[in-house]
């Protein structure tokens, strides 16, 4: 990362943070295959969509980064 980083790698390094046991669980894998991969999708979203359920102010991290806090969609 450079010495003044851009707020997308901020944002990556923020997200990377909230993902590293996942990270530390790929470490491990030797045989990637498409299986795997998925299911590293799917755990990886659903960490994410499960952060953004507990956040303590709702779109904090896109508010942190500097991005727009998008709408909640009508029921």
């Not at 990362?1 to 996942?22: Q, V």
């Not at 790929?26 to 755990?43: G, K, P, Y």
């Not at 303590?56 to 969609?73: E, I, K, M, N, T």
Request: hydrophobic letters at 40%; one cysteine or more; glycine letters at 6%.
């Amino acid at each position: 990362m450079s010495k003044a980083p851009s707020r997308i790698e901020l944002l990556e390094l923020d997200i990377d943070t909230r993902l590293c046991d996942l990270w530390r669980e790929a470490l491990e894998i030797q045989d990637w295959n498409l299986e795997v991969v998925a299911a590293f999708m799917r755990a990886a979203y659903g960490k994410g969509y499960c952060d953004a359920l507990t956040e303590d102010d709702l779109g904090r991290l896109c508010a942190d980064h500097g991005y727009r806090v998008p709408d909640r969609r009508a029921a």
